[in-house]
């Protein structure tokens, strides 16, 4: 019998304009300005304006308004990028619900599915990070320490392959 899982999608979250200290209202009308004036940028831009062609046409240096752009660019972008992240864990918790009563009475496919969703959920959260790891024993030509990137899957795979190839430094660390 198939349980079946009601996935509840989140609900768009709008994000409060930013308080800077020149500006402590949200809503202020220089804050509407600067929105607008950006907007009026991003969209110059999109005409196929160059950097310094919008920086002379709004009085401003080109830099500022590159920054100005990347700015807002950044801004278009993260919003939909946490909205996504907010209901793609919505739904694995939900997959995750629906699979952890058969899981935990030790069904082998569910095991595996719930280990499959609780992998990707934790890729999603960043958790599985590479360890930094430094090698005391040597070096590069120059004599600093090489710093090497590996996963704890990777470091165990790695050590579980030195024990096998080397039985003598197994009994050396269990103490025989």
Do not use: C, F
């Not at 209202?25 to 950097?51: C, F, N, T």
């Not at 062609?53 to 240096?61: F, R, S, T, V």
């Not at 939909?80 to 919505?90: D, G, I, K, Q, S």
């Not at 704890?152 to 096998?164: K, Y």
């Amino acid at each position: 019998m198939a349980t079946k899982v009601r996935l509840k999608m989140a609900k768009p979250r709008h994000k409060k304009p930013r308080r800077t200290a020149r500006n402590r209202q949200p809503a202020s009308p220089e804050r509407i300005d600067v929105d607008k004036r950006r907007a009026q940028m991003l969209d110059l831009r999109i005409e196929g304006y160059s950097l310094r062609a919008i920086g002379e046409k709004l009085g401003m240096h080109h830099s500022s308004v590159a920054e100005a752009i990347e700015s807002e660019l950044a801004e278009l972008t993260r919003e939909p990028a946490e909205r996504l992240r907010t209901v793609e864990l919505e739904r694995m918790d939900a997959m995750l619900v629906g699979l952890w009563p058969k899981a935990k009475t030790g069904d082998v496919a569910s095991v595996q599915a719930a280990l499959g969703v609780m992998a990707r959920r934790a890729k999603l959260l960043g958790l599985d990070a590479p360890v930094k790891t430094e090698n005391k024993h040597g070096g590069s030509d120059d004599g600093k320490p090489i710093r090497v990137a590996v996963t704890p899957e990777q470091a165990l795979a790695e050590l579980r392959e030195e024990l096998e190839d080397n039985p003598e430094l197994l009994k050396k660390l269990v103490g025989q």
